[in-house]
Structure formats: structure tokens, C-alpha cells
Nanobody, 128 residues
């Protein structure tokens, strides 16, 4: 059984940094996408960034490009999201999600419905 557990959320002031972690247990697939989504109060969940198990990465939210960096440690089965220059609009619950992919060249898409496995989320609050 696959479990994704996020950690690293918290409260920071504008301009601060946080590093989110998503520890995966269980077998997802030989190749997979794992990504970060977030949901602000009263808004729909949006994709932030994702990586394939083979190292490809995508940043879907234009607002995070240049500020957020996604990375992974395959030995630890852990996905990270380094968030720098945080803004109040980054506030929300951040979720880790994963799904298998058929080939190492498969892209990761920001469609919630493609992701089989989800973590419980971690709260990020950025105050001005």
C-alpha cells in the first residue's frame, strides 16, 4: 500500500523560505510522476510542480518559477519542494501526489485526476 506523507509546512513572513518533504512508502511503480499541488482557501487545487522518477521536472504554476525548486532523493524515496521568496498568495495546503507513467519520457501533467496517490497535506501560511 502506497503512503505519501508530507512535512515541512509552517508559518513564515513574506520573503521567507520553507522546504517541504514528501516521504513515500510502498511501491508506486517502476516509473512514476510525483508532484506538488496546493489549495488556497476558497480556491481550486492547482498543480505546482512535478518530477518523474527518471529526473524530468515541470513547473506548472508561473508564479512559482524562479522561486520554487523541486527535487528528489530516490534512495530515500522522498520528494522535496524548496520554496524561497514566499508570498502571501503562496498560502494554502500543499499536497504530494503520484501516479505511474508508461515510459521514462512520459511528461507529468497537472491534472488532479491522473494522480492515484495523495498525501494528507501540509499547511503553508505566509504573512505580510
Amino acid at each position: 500500500q502506497v503512503q505519501l506523507v508530507e512535512s515541512g509546512g509552517g508559518s513564515v513572513q513574506t520573503g521567507g523560505s520553507l522546504r517541504l518533504s514528501c516521504a513515500a512508502s510502498g511501491y508506486i511503480a517502476s516509473m512514476y510522476c510525483m508532484g506538488w499541488f496546493r489549495q488556497a482557501p476558497g480556491k481550486e487545487r492547482e498543480g505546482v510542480a512535478a518530477m518523474t522518477s527518471t529526473g524530468g521536472s515541470w513547473y506548472w504554476a508561473d508564479s512559482v518559477k524562479g522561486r520554487f525548486t523541486i527535487s528528489q532523493d530516490n534512495a530515500k524515496n522522498t520528494l522535496y519542494l524548496q520554496m524561497n521568496g514566499l508570498k502571501p498568495e503562496d498560502t494554502g495546503i500543499y499536497y504530494c501526489a503520484a501516479h505511474p507513467i508508461p515510459s521514462p519520457w512520459s511528461p507529468c501533467y497537472d491534472q488532479n485526476t491522473q494522480y492515484y496517490y495523495w498525501g494528507q497535506g501540509t499547511q503553508v501560511t505566509v504573512s505580510s
